[in-house]
């Protein structure tokens, strides 16, 4: 399984720019559901005009997606006239696609956290002050802490609390990820006009010259491994 993140942007173009990103968008979702690649979207800026996105970040998880982006990745081409400015005389409108470098997630280790045993409080009067003890752990790169007082069993309770330190880790990863593609998308392409990955032309959005898809070609690579095999 590979896990990539990609980011489709209008750059600083304009509110054409901006609706060829939303109808990319809803082609390319379609895609990865019909090749079965999980995704998230992880941060998206809405254009100016309803219906419109500027920018848009996607987490993707599934197999061979690098063969997959592929056909994705660069300078995406809308041939039409625009529904914002009646008289301009532009036609070609462009659109950037680009992969994004990774957050690195470590794993959670237990020399990393700090526990402490606090007496717990509440219902039980003095036995469970006596035989019960919470714990408090601190996850000590992240100062992320818990504090857990479900059991008596103090290891018990020392359990619970790794678990719930690691899913607070997770989420404080996946929260910096958001922020970090959030800043991510105001730095903007410099789009390169010419060569485009893709074209779509008219309102319908039909693509210009029909790629091989994605299965097509995943089917060829297994064929070709199979013969190299034999």
């Excluded at 008289?87 to 402490?116: H, P, V």
């Excluded at 290891?155 to 958001?178: D, G, P, S």
């Amino acid at each position: 399984m590979e896990t990539k993140i990609i980011q489709f942007t209008a750059a600083k173009g304009p509110a054409e720019c901006a609706w060829v990103v939303a109808k990319v968008l809803k082609l390319f979702l379609k895609e990865l559901v019909g090749n079965q690649i999980a995704y998230q979207i992880l941060y998206k800026e809405n254009g100016m005009e309803n219906g419109t996105v500027q920018s848009v970040s996607i987490k993707l998880n599934g197999k061979q997606l690098s063969l997959f982006l592929k056909d994705w990745l660069g300078t995406i081409q809308w041939i039409g006239t625009s529904a914002y400015r009646k008289y301009n005389k532009r036609k070609n409108w462009f659109i950037g696609c680009s992969e994004l470098a990774q957050y690195e997630q470590k794993t959670m280790s237990e020399k990393d956290i700090k526990f402490q045993a606090i007496r717990s409080s509440g219902a039980g009067g003095q036995h469970v002050n006596k035989v019960s003890s919470a714990i408090r752990a601190k996850h000590i790169p992240t100062q992320i802490q818990v504090l857990v007082m479900e059991s008596r069993s103090q290891h018990q309770n020392k359990k619970i609390a790794i678990e719930r330190l690691k899913n607070k880790l997770a989420e404080h990863h996946t929260n910096q990820l958001k922020e970090r593609v959030k800043n991510a998308w105001e730095q903007h392409l410099n789009l390169e006009r010419g060569n485009p990955i893709r074209i779509f032309t008219g309102t319908d959005f039909k693509q210009k010259k029909k790629d091989t898809s994605f299965k097509t070609k995943r089917n060829q690579l297994k064929s070709d491994l199979r013969k190299q095999q034999d």
